[in-house]
């Protein structure tokens, strides 16, 4: 595979990461940039937390907790203990490693650290090879319209646990916020030899990246092709809220409506094996690639970051 | 004893701890107020750390490490190592459990508390008794004059462990600030029996509360007691580097020299046992009371609390 091809993977947290790290061991780390979800970010005991950019940098470094697939392997929660003990909030689950990338990150931001150069200093520091970038450095927060109120993102997924029925999801601040620089540099870069739309969530995950001003536009406008990993396999969503959100939106529960989701945005969608029979109605309309897309051990993560850069080489024509 | 006397404690870390730990036993918690140093406080990774009054906080609430008599028994040190793994400062050693505080205290910062309020939040809920109060709401920064320049405290103390010859120690901030409230409600109590200056590093530790606007003439204009406790015992510093200081403010390492410091402001001195020839000089001009004044277990701690007590009350005239 050719050295100059470079790739952009859009991706969120568990399963996106999961993706990434595949994608880290197939091709050169310079041929890699991952625009990472941060509308799931928010202050927490006077601490950024950055969900997805930590499971995403936790998960290439090597760090992460190998069943959970967030958080660090090894994990201790007695600052959390204490937290709780002197009765404040401890809903939000973070342990004491954690909580050391938190003090960093706090303090290089006090710095005047953008949260772009936060995020490449400490995965410089962890020894990560490819550019990790949030999707920008403007403060962007996924607000979640259920049937209990408007939640923000953290509070609906974590200390409500997704049960509250989702009416809508906004992304508080995207109109007004810029891609950061590095996302900017990779959708105008003339190597780019396609984009990868990771099996994260669309609605939480996805879509605040695909929110921000002028990010539809360069994607739809890409010489290269972009490819989305359908999150759903046989019918339902691997982890995560996915389908529940999607019956909650009045969606179909399946691949056809997750193609309808990114319409004029796909050149092509991977699609677990499972759902050939099901997703035959968007073959006419939509290239698809079927393979094995659950991934549980590094074999399987490297499998299906194959069959994407394949399946991106094949739509572009080359070999 | 009777309730209606109330006692003001003045004291530092460690050493001042263990003796209102012994007055805590000796006096109910209604007639125990005690007054700490917050000059050795500083800013660290985001966080507001306060050396002294923690450690008076978790020695009053039975968490303090039990040899070390700062920072926490069972205490674990992980998200400090992920401080240094990122390459951040991690000379300061903070333990999780102490980081829980830590993150405590800084969300009520931000809610707007004054430090005060913190600390009567978290004492609260500790369940600690007597008022733990800082000496100031205002940021008072000690600063030691060294050979090697001028070094804020913690770089002092912690980071270079007291190993430049200090050539003189400031205050910063200290003029312009106020005591507490509780501190001046204390002093102005009219049912004050006692003021106790603990067994602190005169200069590092009792010198900040006798720096701020007024403190020295209420202190003096009392009509109750005050007495010190002597921080030598042999000619010696039990810990800490009061010895050392003293040579190199080019003071005899004496309690004769202790007096003088605190000249003006004593109405006794409590003076180790082991230290009763040396101090013959001074007795003439201060009433002395000699007593063991070293506090190894709890037994010894409410002993020293129990003869200060005494000492207080026999020279208020009364029984």
């Known amino acids: 595979m050719s050295r100059n091809k470079r790739y952009l993977a859009l991706c969120g947290g568990v399963g996106g990461a999961k993706l990434v790290l595949g994608l880290s061991r197939v091709l050169e780390s310079s041929q890699l940039t ?78 005047g650290m953008a949260l772009s150069e936060t995020t490449a200093y400490i995965t410089g520091q962890l020894g990560i090879g490819p550019a990790i970038v949030p999707m920008s450095d403007a403060e962007i927060r996924t607000e979640v319209e259920t049937d209990q109120g408007c939640l923000a993102f953290q509070h609906y997924f974590v200390r ?55 990010v539809r536009t360069a994607l739809s406008e890409l010489d290269a092709p972009v490819v989305a990993v359908s999150p759903l396999v046989a019918g339902q969503a691997i982890k995560g809220p996915t389908a529940k959100i999607m019956q909650e939106l009045r969606l179909p529960v399946s691949v056809a409506a997750i193609a309808g989701h990114y319409t004029g945005l796909l050149d092509g969608l991977i699609v677990d094996h499972r759902d050939r029979v099901a997703a035959a109605e968007i073959e006419p309309c939509l290239p698809l690639h079927h393979c094995e897309t659950i991934m549980t051990d590094l074999a399987s993560k490297i499998g299906l970051a194959e069959q994407a850069i394949g399946f991106l080489t094949t739509l572009a024509g080359g070999s």
Not at 53 to 73: F, I, K, M, N, S
Not at 81 to 103: C, K, M, N, P, Y
Not at 188 to 208: E, H, T
């Open 34 to 111: 991952v625009v990472v979800n941060t509308g799931d970010d928010f202050e927490h005991l006077g601490l950024l937390i950055c969900p997805d950019l930590d499971t995403v940098t936790y998960t290439l470094a090597g760090l992460v907790h190998p069943e959970q697939g967030w958080g660090r392997a090894g994990e201790s929660w007695n600052a959390l203990a204490e937290v709780e003990r002197l009765g404040s909030e401890s809903w939000f689950r973070l342990g004491d490693r954690d909580i050391g990338l938190h003090l960093v990150r706090r303090t290089l931001l006090e710095q």
């Open 160 to 214: 409500e646990r997704c049960e509250p029925a989702v009416r809508g999801i906004r992304f508080a601040g995207a109109r007004a916020a810029k891609p950061s620089s590095g996302f900017l540099q990779a959708l105008r870069d003339p190597g780019l030899a396609g984009v990868i739309i990771c099996p994260s969530n669309p609605f939480l995950s996805i879509d605040p990246i695909l929110s921000l001003p002028g």
